[in-house]
C-alpha cells in the first residue's frame, strides 16, 4: 500500500491565497520530501526535512513534520497562476533505496 | 544542478514490437536509477530499481521478462518495453540518485518522462 496518502486529492484557490496539501505516512521514516509535477512531466524536488526536524522553509514554501501523528504539510504562500501542478509527498526509511510517494494533491490557482 | 534526461519523450508503436527508453545523468554519475509508470491523475509506481553494474531489482507485481532494465554504466539506464500491448500505454518516469552524494538524503533528480502508446 502507499505509504503517503495525501489530502486533499485536489485544491483549487485563487491568486494569491496560500495552499495547504497535507500528508499522511504509516511507518517510521528517515526523511520526507515534496515533489512537484507539471502536467506530463517529471517530479521537481522541492523541499526535503528530516525526520528530527519539525518545520522548514524555503522561499514561499512551508513544511511542517509531525512525527509522533506521522503526517506533514506543505504550505505555499501567496499563490500564483505558475504554482498550478501536482504535488506529492515521499518518504524513505534509513538504509532504504527507494522512495515512496503519495498520491498527491492536484493544485490549481485560478488567476 | 543535476540534470536527468529521458528520451523519447513520446512514442507510439504497434502491439507486439518493443521499445526503449532511456535515462541519462548528464552531469552526474548515477549509481542508482528508478523506474516509475504513472497512470492518468495517479501517483508514481516504482517498477525497479537500477543499480549500475548489477541486475535491476523489480518491485512485486512487475513483470522482469516485459520490462527489461539494464543499467550498464553511471549515466544511463535504459528501460525495454517487450512486446508491447495496449494495456503497457502509460507515462513512464526515470530518476537517478547522485553518486556519492546526500548521505542519508534520498533526493531523486527525475526524467521529464515518455508518454508510451501502444496501437
Known amino acids: 500500500s502507499q505509504q503517503g496518502e495525501e489530502d486533499p486529492q485536489a485544491l483549487s484557490i485563487q491568486e494569491g491565497e496560500n495552499a495547504t496539501m497535507n500528508c499522511s505516512y504509516k511507518?517510521?521514516?528517515?526523511?520526507l520530501q515534496w515533489y512537484r509535477q507539471n502536467s506530463g512531466r517529471g517530479l521537481v524536488h522541492l523541499i526535503l526535512?528530516?525526520?528530527?526536524?519539525r518545520e522548514k522553509h524555503s522561499g514561499r514554501l512551508r513544511v511542517t513534520l509531525d512525527t509522533s501523528k506521522k503526517s506533514s504539510s506543505l504550505l505555499i504562500t501567496a499563490s500564483r497562476a505558475a504554482d498550478t501542478a501536482s504535488y506529492f509527498c515521499?518518504?524513505?526509511?534509513?538504509?532504504?533505496?527507494?522512495?515512496?510517494f503519495g498520491q498527491g494533491t492536484r493544485l490549481t490557482i485560478n488567476p | 544542478g543535476a540534470v536527468v534526461s529521458q528520451h523519447p519523450s513520446r512514442v507510439i508503436c504497434k502491439s507486439g514490437t518493443s521499445v526503449k527508453i532511456e535515462c541519462r545523468s548528464l552531469d552526474f554519475q548515477a549509481t542508482t536509477m528508478f523506474w516509475y509508470r504513472q497512470f492518468p491523475k495517479q501517483s508514481l509506481m516504482l517498477m525497479a530499481t537500477?543499480?549500475?553494474?548489477?541486475?535491476?531489482?523489480?518491485e512485486q507485481g512487475v513483470e522482469k521478462d516485459k520490462f527489461l532494465i539494464n543499467h550498464a554504466s553511471l549515466t544511463l539506464s535504459t528501460l525495454t518495453v517487450t512486446s508491447a500491448h495496449p494495456e503497457d500505454s502509460s507515462f513512464y518516469i526515470c530518476s537517478a540518485r547522485e553518486r556519492g552524494v546526500g548521505t542519508g538524503a534520498n533526493v531523486l533528480t527525475f526524467g521529464a518522462g515518455s508518454r508510451l502508446t501502444v496501437l
Open positions: 526535512i528530516r525526520s528530527n526536524e
Open positions: 511507518t517510521s521514516i528517515n526523511n
Open positions: 537500477s543499480n549500475e553494474g548489477s541486475k535491476a531489482t523489480y
Open positions: 515521499a518518504t524513505d526509511k534509513r538504509g532504504a533505496q527507494k522512495l515512496v
